[in-house]
């Protein structure tokens, strides 16, 4: 998916570019069924804790799982679908065909029924720190609908270029947060499938499930490969898959096998198991 002009202005005026049915309704399901299998061999870990940072929570639960890839042939090959490298390049690339981007982390975010926490406020940078926070973005995929009623994601729009001051999440076992002014914040509400892309600079958060249904967030972080020098965190430099330019090798480099490709035949497989 090659953007228009305007869908690239947005993500650089703004911060963020919503996509509704980026994923078709049997891509979703496959996402849907794939966490089910994941959640069922307890993969999914609760990172909320009681306010201290340490302590599980005893009532909420902000299940994650980071990374994807080792445990999931199928969110492996999500990446490499070919929608996913046209969009990140053409919304972190300078229109040159050669321009090379490269997955950076795989996650999800899974909030349970009732009593699902959010992940307080937060710039990706503040973890990854690369030099021009448009330069990263992150693939937000809605697994599914993303209410205001079930803690949607968050974002502050036009904040990408000042860094706020993170300090430890007393929430969560290991994230970070921020206090930015709440009054600029805007909800962005998707149904199943669509994707929310947002710079490494924006300020974002999602809040809490209180709805009788479960709800999942498939986080994926992608930078120009310009960036990965001083990129930290997720895949190490010179392992990170690279998806586009001269280097890509259809994940052959990274995993020893050809991952382009496979994304359709996943998504029959697991609807078929
Ligand atoms: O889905 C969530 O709860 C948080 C997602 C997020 O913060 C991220 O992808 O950086």
Known sequence: MIFTN???????????????????PIEVAAMQKELERLKAEGLLRNVATAGDGQTASPTKANLQLCPMYPHSAFFRAMPFAPKVAEAVASLLGDGNSGDSVVLHLDQVFLKPAKHGAGTNWHQDNAYFQIPDPLKGTALWTAVHNATIANGTLRVIPRAFDTPLPHERDGDSDHHIRCFPDESLAIPLEIVAGGALFFAYGTPHATGANTTDTERAGVALHFIHANQSGRARGGFETGKRPVLTGENATGGEAEYGTRIAGTWDAQVARVLAA
């Open 6 to 24: 305007e869908q690239r202005e947005q993500f650089r005026t703004e911060g963020y570019l919503a996509v509704p049915n980026f994923w078709t």
